[in-house]
């Protein structure tokens, strides 16, 4: 049995003019320490489905397992790094973290638990960053503390909501490499949303393509058979980089032409 | 002469000028009751330059009967946002509570201090309760609205942070509810003080009390015209010296 399992989930928003179809039936499925991609054009629903997972809204039909375990509404096992950061801009980077740290370990001393923001903050190398607000924070710099507030709910279940679109490319590329040097080390299991192929096949072991909505499912899954840990240098260069590719690229455009 | 000093000084002084011209025409030509600017100075300087003299009850300088109207307004307010913010923040919380009570708040906020005052004096039969109790029904809207607005329009990905994290109920208000509602808040803040202070004038002529404007409304059956014109432009001055101190608190907290 998968460690995740998304089976035949659909939900549709209803306006009092019209009723939108975004998800259409989708199935996912993931094994313990996966990193799994989701790619697919803007729009087509990769949000709700993350949003659906992480129990924020729910679906009209279908299921969620998680562990053994159905999805019933938000909790930290599945932890989530927002599209657009969603830090509380009235805490410091600390208390943005410990916040997390807090909710998932009431158990634990008040010393274990500052060890354990600031080893969160260390991972995400903010540590000089510590005791600022967000607005003191560049757009990379925030999507870090926004990573490290995600695993610091120590999750079943990291997912993340396209977490690099809204910074600049150079930037985006030392966020992938970090992010990639902490799954080496943790291997937790990971949603990821992107609509960045390249992101897609960089990261993760699978990818599912998500054809455009209204309606959207995934297609098969395309397996990454880079080997890890990856280089994004010689990545291009490898058979198996533009095998994965080139199926992603061709399943996302015979969708698109076909819902056209 | 730079245009800032130009925009900052010379063009205020030169509006007040203006203002001051139409003053003394209008007490030479057409209101002959009316004190002239020079007259007003000669009758009221005593009131300025020697603010915190005391010779009778309705007979004091101009910043201790300032003070005590400021004492009145300051309870007044304080009991303003210790129910109005509360109140609030269940009308933003709650949509039961919501139905229930906001046509109340919206049937309630418009009648005047006038209205209020002598309700006050029915209920509590002193003329110092009755004007708190005006100022506090009269200032505390702007508070209650703005609360409540700001908690409705709290940005759905801070609520979804504390979902995830699966807060308590006591969590949820401390960490992300309040925050986020506080610039809100403290708008409510500065217009309730405002408020309170527009209040003061009327509760202090219906009751009489020592303060602006009980010692304006005495002026004015005394037939001191000129002690009339000195409590408007002390009302003026302290109203916007509070809506700026007010203002700067509210920046403080904004800026976070």
């Known amino acids: 049995m998968p460690y995740l399992e998304v089976r035949a989930l659909a939900k549709s928003y209803a306006t009092p003019s019209r009723t939108t179809n975004v998800l259409d039936g989708v199935n996912l499925a993931l094994d313990e320490r996966e990193f799994v991609a989701i790619v697919g054009y803007s729009g087509s629903g990769k949000t709700t489905l993350v949003s659906l997972i992480a129990g924020l809204i729910t679906p009209d039909a279908g299921e969620i397992v998680l562990d053994g375990a159905p999805v019933r509404g938000p909790g930290p096992e599945r932890g989530i790094v927002f599209q657009q950061y969603s830090l509380l801009p009235w805490m410091t980077v600390y208390e943005n973290v410990a916040l997390a740290v807090d909710a998932v370990s009431p158990g634990r001393s008040a010393t274990e638990r500052k060890r354990l923001t600031q080893e969160f903050i260390a991972l995400v190398n903010l540590t000089p960053a510590t005791w600022k607000r967000p607005s003191q924070l560049s757009g990379g710099m925030r999507q870090r503390v926004a990573v490290a507030r995600g695993l610091a709910m120590r999750p079943k279940v990291l997912l993340m909501d396209e977490p690099f679109s809204a910074v600049d490319a150079l930037t985006r590329a030392n966020l992938q490499d970090e992010l990639l040097r902490i799954w080496n080390e943790h291997r937790s299991t990971v949603v990821l949303i992107t609509n960045d192929v390249d992101e897609a096949i960089l990261m993760s072991d699978r990818i599912y393509p998500m054809t455009p909505g209204p309606g959207a499912v995934l297609g098969p899954a395309i397996e990454v058979g880079l080997p890890r840990p990856r280089q994004r240098r010689h990545m291009s260069l490898e058979p198996a980089y533009q095998k994965a590719r080139q199926a992603i690229v061709e399943f996302l455009r015979a969708s698109r032409r076909a819902g056209v | ?256």
């Open chain 2, 1 to 256: 002469m730079t245009t800032a000093t130009l925009r900052k000084i010379v063009l205020p002084l030169l509006g007040l000028t203006g203002v001051l011209v139409v003053w003394a025409m209008l007490s030479q030509a057409i209101a002959p009751d009316l004190p002239s600017p020079l007259r007003t100075w000669r009758e009221s300087s005593r009131y300025v330059l020697d603010p915190f003299f005391k010779d009778g009850e309705m007979n004091q300088g101009i910043l201790r009967l300032a003070f005590y109207s400021l004492v009145r307004v300051a309870k007044g307010y304080a009991l303003a946002l210790a129910i109005g913010t509360p109140l609030g923040f269940l009308l933003g919380l709650s949509r039961t509570f919501h139905a229930a009570f906001d046509p109340i708040v919206q049937f309630l906020r418009p009648i005047s201090p006038l209205a209020w005052l002598p309700l006050g004096l029915v209920i509590f039969q002193k003329s110092e309760p009755a004007a708190v109790f005006t100022i506090a029904l009269c200032a505390m809207w702007p508070t209650v609205i703005n609360t409540a607005v700001g908690v409705r329009s709290i940005s759905q990905d801070y609520l979804n942070v504390g979902r995830v994290l699966k807060l308590s109920r006591k969590k949820m208000l401390t960490k992300i509810i309040v925050p986020a509602t506080l610039p809100y808040v403290f708008t409510g803040y500065r217009l309730s003080l405002g408020l309170a202070w527009l209040v003061i004038v009327a509760a202090e002529m219906l009751t009489g009390t020592p303060g602006v404007g009980g010692f304006l409304w005495q002026e004015y059956n005394s037939l001191v015209y000129s002690h009339i014109i000195l409590s408007v432009a002390t009302i003026g001055a302290v109203g916007l010296l509070l809506d700026r101190l007010m203002g700067l608190v509210e920046a403080r907290v904004k800026s976070v």
